[in-house]
């Protein structure tokens, strides 16, 4: 359909389908320039493509060209410690302190293999954690075969298990006979199935040096060598054991 200059602008009444007077300009003017507007917009639209595509090109090659490649790294693994390894020889104790008055903390049985974690001064006693267990304990050296220096391990000082279902023992007194303390405490009340005697852990003078000695015991008393020329004071601490663990210390009035 083509729109004619001398056509009325009024819909004719004998038309079936009516149409609004609007509608008919516009229709006439989009008609008449339709075509040429479209050819025109092609070829506009293609000049910009070609424009913009010529103008990508020589931006990109400019960007990869000035651009410097990035530095790569490579980790470099880092060297992990190799704990010295045991095993134990025959059936034995590992305990909570690296002595024999500390409480068993564990059985071992020949061919238990574990990680020496920590030492004593001397190395005699070792803190290792066994494969079996989920947690650490000392054991003597002389039950296990060590693969490995354990000197290349540091010294260390455990905790204690604390146990609260029992009071620190009362009335502590100490007594000094030349070279020999004994000290003395009253009684704990525990059943027996917990009951594990008394512990002492105290620093005393041998040769000119202070060192540490511990002992177990289930009496009310115990003695220890103390001598007399050291520069520094000699301390200790008393505790009462349960199979639990150990109860709040109490301090020794040294003499």
């Known amino acids: 359909m083509f729109c004619r200059p001398n056509e009325p602008l009024i819909a004719e009444s004998s038309s079936p389908t009516m149409r609004p007077m609007s509608e008919e300009p516009i229709r006439c003017i989009y008609m008449a320039f339709r075509k040429p507007w479209r050819r025109f917009a092609l070829r506009l639209g293609a000049l910009i493509a070609g424009l913009m595509l010529m ?18 790294f490579t980790i470099t693994p880092t060297a992990t410690f190799d704990f010295p390894d045991a095993t134990a020889r025959m059936q034995a104790h590992c305990r909570y302190g690296p002595t024999t008055a500390y409480l068993h903390a564990g059985d071992l049985y020949p061919g238990d293999h574990g ?19 989920s947690w650490p304990c000392w054991v003597s050296a002389s039950v296990i075969d060590i693969e490995g220096d354990p000197f290349t391990v540091v010294t260390y ?4 298990p604390w146990s609260e279902l029992y009071g620190p023992p009362k009335k502590v007194t100490a007594a000094r006979q030349g070279d020999q303390v004994t000290i003395s405490w009253s009684r704990v009340d525990m059943t027996l199935d917990d009951d594990r005697g008394y512990f002492i852990q105290a620093y005393v003078c041998r040769g000119g040096y202070l060192i540490e000695v511990t002992a177990a015991t289930n009496n009310l008393s115990y003695t220890l060598q103390d001598e007399q020329d050291c520069s520094q004071p000699s301390h200790g601490q008393l505790r009462a054991v349960e199979k639990h663990g150990y109860t709040e210390p109490v301090n020794i009035p040294w003499p």
């Open 55 to 72: 103008s990508g090109c020589s931006a990109a090659g400019a960007l990869f060209a000035s651009t410097t490649p990035s530095p790569t």
């Open 115 to 133: 990680l020496i974690w920590n030492r004593n001064f001397d190395a005699s006693w070792l803190f290792v954690k066994w494969d079996k267990q």
């Open 157 to 160: 000082t455990s905790p204690l």
